[in-house]
């Protein structure tokens, strides 16, 4: 069975580069579609963008060129870069597995909070 | 604003059955794409419910279902228990060229009385 965990730092400054790392286990990142979404307090999911198992990835456009997601195949984990986050960035940050593009997010990591502030 | 529209909550007493709907545009529901619901516990990620707008992936209780009409969709609760507060949300997968390819609905809160 698929595990996934999120880790990173729990405080970024605004203006600054955001990077968590989903680690996964139980499954090898080089089969299926590995994404990250995000919530923040009190409301809705975003999804942020996806590394498919080829290597390719789509990201969300609101996100405007800030975000790049990358796989690590010899630690089988993957990773998440926002840059120049403001305020609203502030979320929890989920990890999550897809099997094909339109199947549904199956397996999700607890999720990791991330505040704004200087 | 989300693209799927859900109403913001829905409450009923133990053992009723209450139904969420999500609302979608031809970008998505409209055009066929498969709608699938998530349940977010109070301080937990969100888990699979329903995929594929009806199918059930194992371990969900059959007191949950799922339903399609048009550019809408449905989730059935029935038999209501206290375990199913939460927030529910619907996801699809949308083609709008200045979109998110992966889109959801704002959630909709379950009350049981």
């Known amino acids: 069975q698929v595990q996934l965990q999120e880790s990173g730092p729990g405080l970024v400054k605004p203006s600054e580069t955001l990077s968590l790392n989903c680690s996964v286990s139980g499954n090898s990142i080089s089969d299926y579609i590995w994404n990250w979404i995000r919530q923040p307090p009190g409301k809705g999911l975003e999804w942020i963008g996806f590394v498919h198992h080829s290597g390719s990835t789509n990201y969300n456009p609101s996100l405007k060129g800030r975000v790049t997601i990358s796989a690590d195949r010899s630690n089988n984990h993957f990773s998440l870069r926002l840059t120049s986050v403001t305020a609203a960035d502030a979320a929890v940050y989920f990890c999550?597995?897809?099997?094909?593009?339109?199947?549904?997010?199956?397996?999700w990591g607890p999720g990791h909070l991330v505040t704004v502030s200087s | 604003q989300p693209v799927l529209t859900q109403p913001p909550s829905v409450s009923g007493a133990p053992g009723q059955s209450v139904t969420i709907s999500c609302t979608g545009t031809t970008s998505n529901i409209g055009a066929g794409y498969d709608v699938h619901w998530y349940q977010q516990l109070p301080g937990t990620a969100p888990k699979l419910l329903i995929s594929g707008t009806s199918n059930r992936p194992s371990g969900v209780p059959d007191r949950f279902s799922g339903s399609k009409s048009g550019t809408s969709v449905y989730l059935a609760i029935s038999g209501l228990q206290a375990e199913d507060e939460g927030d529910y949300y619907c996801?699809?997968?949308?083609?709008?060229?200045?979109?998110?390819?992966?889109?959801f609905g704002a959630g909709t809160k379950v009350t049981v009385l």
């Open positions: 996801q699809s997968y949308d083609t709008s060229l200045t979109g998110s390819d992966y889109v």
């Open positions: 999550a597995r897809k099997v094909q593009r339109r199947e549904p997010f199956d397996s």
